[in-house]
């Protein structure tokens, strides 16, 4: 995801609500309007403290709640500026502004289901806050349910936002969607030098999901020197670059990625990837093993898993693995064939037969299926 803090303003709340009781309300108001102060002025960690020792004064306190919530986002401390978000709302449910601020917490913190509920319900009481209208949408577009999130990011679009994220998102939903109004958000980005970045990186997406891998490569190329730090660029960048077959350049680049996203699965998997086509399976072991870590069910994990332990001679550790892998994902050829293989290896002939068998009938109807395809083409071409 692109950064959005163009996008995130956090709402300050000043007012008090009265909820203290009397004896303490003046030397209270006045921590809370230093704490305030100290906010405004960038010192977040001393202003957290401040807020905190209030509501451990006063627990019913819902602006500190609030605005503690808020600098703790800034700080990146997200679980706790969720739970006092929450705390602010359950204190004051008209507080609207924590509302927003619990969204944009959740939103920080990759929580976007939990966003996605939050910026609803913001809006059922500000239809027409943008700020909150582009979250949604990239909320909704990050948890890849574009059909969704393109009405609210084409309202964000519409009222004249400029936001390099907004029109990102917007452009990757509809490439998703194979919509052609990804060249007009190529366009727009490429139209300010502060979208030109992005509109690389999206012109490079589009390649790459096109298979025209170096074209992709040579606009990803240009989105990096215009911008380094742009989130998912070097995976797209290595993925461009395995899939034409430079794997060292390959590793080279989902190294790099893992170094901003260490824990994306995704990003493992395809440096192991790049290292077993690179003939290096001493490298893509571990590499494979990490990547199960985050997603140990996945087909494609373990059928990589399977085929580097069957290379190396290791068929009956294999097999659990490329089973899982066919059990996930069973209309997958290659996957069965693999399978194939270790039943061979291990002398369940009866096995193998069958998983052979399978693998010519899924083949065979892959082709009629592509033949159907192109023969459907074919057909909306003729006048």
């Not at 709302?89 to 929580?111: D, K, M, S, V, W």
């Not at 060292?248 to 790049?274: C, G, M, N, V, W």
Request: charged content about 30%.
């Amino acid at each position: 995801m692109l950064s959005s803090c163009q996008m995130v303003r956090l709402w300050l709340v000043l007012a008090f609500s009265g909820l203290l009781f009397a004896q303490d309300q003046v030397d209270l108001t006045a921590r809370f309007n230093r704490a305030v102060e100290l906010q405004r002025k960038g010192a977040l960690e001393e202003a957290a403290y401040a807020y905190q020792a209030v509501v451990k004064d006063a627990p019913r306190y819902a602006e500190a709640y609030a605005n503690l919530g808020m600098v703790l986002s800034r700080l990146n401390r997200h679980r706790e500026a969720i739970e006092a978000s929450r705390k602010a709302i359950e204190l004051a449910p008209a507080l609207t502004p924590a509302r927003l601020n619990l969204g944009i917490a959740c939103h920080r913190a990759g929580q976007f289901e939990d966003a996605v509920s939050a910026f609803r319900d913001y809006l059922s009481r500000e239809p027409g806050s943008l700020q909150a209208t582009q979250l949604l949408g990239v909320s909704l577009f990050e948890l890849g349910r574009d059909a969704e999130a393109i009405p609210y990011l084409e309202q964000s679009v519409n009222q004249n936002s400029q936001d390099p994220a907004v029109l990102y998102s917007l452009g990757l939903a509809y490439l998703r969607q194979r919509d052609d109004r990804v060249f007009q958000m190529i366009k727009r980005l490429n139209a300010a030098d502060s979208g030109k970045p992005t509109g690389h990186l999206l012109q490079g997406q589009y390649h790459l999901m096109e298979q025209d891998y170096e074209r992709a490569i040579s606009e990803l190329t240009e989105a990096r020197k215009l911008n380094p730090l742009l989130p998912r660029l070097y995976y797209s960048l290595g993925l461009s670059q395995v899939k034409a077959g430079h794997n060292r350049e390959a590793i080279e680049a989902f190294e790099k990625e893992l170094e901003l996203s260490p824990r994306d699965f995704s990003t493992h998997y395809y440096l192991a990837y790049s290292f077993e086509a690179d003939n290096r399976d001493e490298e893509a072991l571990p590499r494979i093993k990490k990547a199960l870590t985050f997603d140990p069910e996945s087909p494609e994990g373990n059928a990589l898993l399977g085929k580097i332990l069957l290379e190396q001679g290791k068929a009956a550790e294999a097999l659990p693995k490329l089973e899982l892998a066919v059990k996930g994902d069973p209309k997958e050829p290659d996957k069965r064939f693999l399978l194939a293989r270790v039943y061979q290896k291990l002398g369940r002939r009866e096995d193998a037969s069958r998983e052979f068998a399978e693998v010519q009938r899924l083949k065979a109807e892959q082709l009629q299926k592509t033949q159907q395809y192109l023969e459907g083409e074919a057909a909306k071409k003729k006048p």
